[in-house]
């Protein structure tokens, strides 16, 4: 089996340090690949340093995958060697149920393989993720990756950028809507991008006045300090829809009355502790809905990287050696990132 390298976390208490462990033979249906870029997600901190609970160590966490196809099962059919591909948040789930059936395999009723600290169904233990120099997976879980853009911007789309793209798309915002965004880190940024691509016209919330010319830059139409209560009520009841990306408790009432006539406010920020109850009354009174969203299938995942290709979009990123992961965590804990860690893949060499 091939030795792979790496980085993980050997208890929720330790920096992550250097990592040698194996990877699968692909199986006929397996595509390998070597990693060039690995995105740095919140979720991976949380991973490694069990604040979720149930994570088993050795972790080797990254879920925002991009590189290049090094060998091929004999039954696969979509990848050949040398092709450009990415990995996201899932490797595999059922394939069976309802859910995976209709596309929705992050919803997969037995609950998808996650890229890390997912149920290994190969090796045995626990999936290793992508802070690594390759990977074997599932072509059915392998998405395409257009040559046209910035590789390592590209890695983030992988989970940030379908955790925005896909209620963006589900709930139907196009040309002509209102649609605010709420928080300028690595989902918000990426939330402007995609809405302002998809003919919306984006106000950006945040709390921060020094966030208001790069919102501007990114695309943001309108730019709204969300402390400011002048300046909140002037969009009372006008927007079609809210992406809501904020991962700390705090007052969606605030937002939830900025809503039009049957508009809806989606989070896909998961904070620690839930956020306080929202009014009821906020709700009936114009038929506004609440709602969340995870991640993205497969196939809108593909959707989302040919959206992106076609539109020039890529994130945000500061690209960091892989020894420097812990000190990004450090900073991505203090939101001291524009927008997005990157791992050049290329850095983490054998011991
Ligand atoms: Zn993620
Ligand atoms: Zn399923």
């Not at 992550?16 to 919140?42: K, Q, S």
């Not at 149920?97 to 890229?115: H, I, K, L, R, S």
């Not at 809507?177 to 945040?206: C, D, Q, S």
């Not at 605030?254 to 906020?282: I, K, Q, W």
Request: charge should be negative; charged fraction near 25%.
């Amino acid at each position: 089996m091939p030795k792979a390298i790496g980085f993980a976390a050997q208890a929720a208490d330790q920096a992550l340090e250097y990592f040698e462990f194996e990877r699968r033979d692909p199986t006929a249906d397996d595509v390998e690949i070597e990693i060039a870029y690995c995105g740095v997600c919140h979720s991976d901190l949380h991973q490694a340093r069990n604040e979720w609970g149930g994570t088993v160590f050795p972790c080797v966490p990254g879920h925002e995958i991009v590189g290049k196809v090094t060998r091929v099962g004999s039954k696969v059919s979509k990848y050949k060697v040398g092709d450009t591909v990415g990995v996201g948040c899932m490797v595999d789930s059922c394939r069976t149920c309802a859910n995976c059936e209709d596309g929705y395999e992050q919803y997969c009723d037995n609950g998808f393989v996650g890229t890390y600290n997912g149920e290994d169904k190969h090796m045995g233990g626990v999936t290793f993720g992508g802070y690594s120099n390759r990977i074997t997976v599932a072509q059915d879980f392998v998405l395409k990756v257009s040559d046209k853009l910035d590789l390592a911007g590209v890695a983030p789309l992988l989970c940030a950028g379908i955790t925005t793209y896909s209620p963006l798309r589900h709930w139907g915002v196009t040309k002509g809507h209102k649609v605010g965004v709420v928080g300028l880190g690595g989902l918000g940024h990426m939330a402007v991008k995609i809405a302002k691509a998809m003919g919306a016209e984006v106000v950006l919330f945040t709390t921060s006045p020094n966030k208001v010319d790069d919102a501007k830059r990114l695309g943001a139409d309108h730019v709204v300090i969300s402390k400011d209560e002048e300046q909140m009520k002037a969009w009372r009841n006008s927007l079609d829809f809210i992406l809501n990306t904020v991962a700390a408790p705090h007052d969606l009432d605030a937002y939830l009355t900025l809503l039009r006539l049957d508009g809806t406010m989606t989070l896909v920020g998961v904070p620690a502790e839930s956020h306080p109850s929202p009014a009821v009354f906020n709700l009936i009174a114009k038929r506004r809905s609440l709602a969340g969203s995870l991640i993205g299938g497969i196939a809108e995942t593909q959707e989302m990287l040919d959206f992106c290709a076609e539109h020039g979009i890529t994130s945000d990123i500061e690209m960091i050696a892989m020894d420097e992961i812990n000190e990004a965590y450090e900073r991505m804990l203090k939101s001291d990132v524009k927008y997005r860690f990157v791992i050049d893949m290329a850095t983490l060499k054998q011991k």
